[in-house]
């Protein structure tokens, strides 16, 4: 089955700079790549996500990046602020009805 | 839209009572709900992925006796933590994925279960 690889496992950055977290996934046939933002306490809510037609994809001060060569994709956090301080997961599945495989998560935090 | 609702959001229950958590769309009807559990400072780990009548398919390692999963409705699955002990407290997550939009998981606000 699918292995999903994260880091770091937490990530400490002043407020604005800027914060990249790292996924890498093995199955070569994943091509939905969801990151989901998980406030303490609180559920999982998607910020962004990238198909494997595309390289890269932007919203705002959030970007995504995958390589499917080298099987791995990237969230990037610019001008990152106080809010931004959550766990972050990625995910990789084969698309459609397909459960996805998480990651085990970054623990970002962005110090005023 | 496509808002997932739990309750309860907060249990606690002593050891040996059976617990169990509602997991509903609001505004959709859910062509698969799924549960997972959530340790602190953990990933989510998938126990089970549900589709409306029929049976649950559960992960490996996860006792189907004990976690009893029912998905009478295309808008509600139930959770039921059966014979409850200490190790089974956790938070409990479920999610939903709409026809036509399956790759997109809608998560619920979580159930954190204290098993006493």
């Known amino acids: 089955g699918e292995n999903v690889e994260q880091h770091p496992s937490t990530l400490s950055v002043q407020e604005g700079d800027s914060a990249v977290i790292k996924c890498t996934y093995s199955?070569?046939?994943?091509?939905?790549f969801p990151w989901y933002k998980q406030e303490l306490g609180k559920r999982p809510q998607l910020i962004i996500d990238?198909?494997?037609?595309?390289g890269e994809k932007k919203d705002q001060r959030i970007a995504v990046t995958l390589n499917k060569t080298a099987k791995h994709f990237s969230l990037h956090i610019t001008e990152t602020q106080p809010e931004d301080s959550a766990v972050y997961f990625c995910a990789a599945s084969k698309g459609g009805s397909y459960i996805p495989t998480f990651g085990r998560g970054t623990s970002l935090i962005v110090h005023p | 839209g496509a808002v997932v609702s739990q309750h309860p959001s907060r249990v606690i229950c002593k050891s040996g009572t059976s617990v169990k958590i509602e997991c509903r769309s609001l505004d959709f009807q859910a062509t698969t709900m799924f549960w997972y559990r959530q340790f602190p400072k953990q990933s989510l780990m998938l126990m089970a992925t549900s589709n409306e009548g029929s049976k649950a398919t559960y992960e490996q390692g996860v006792e189907k006796d004990k976690f009893l999963i029912n998905h009478a409705s295309l808008t509600l699955s139930t959770l039921t933590v059966t014979s409850a002990h200490p190790e089974d407290s956790s938070f409990y997550i479920c999610?939903?994925?709409?026809?036509?939009?399956?790759?997109?998981?809608?998560f619920g606000p979580g159930t954190r279960l204290l098993v006493l």
């Open positions: 999610s939903a994925t709409a026809s036509g939009a399956q790759e997109t998981q809608y």
């Open positions: 199955d070569s046939a994943s091509n939905y």
């Open positions: 990238i198909r494997s037609n595309v």
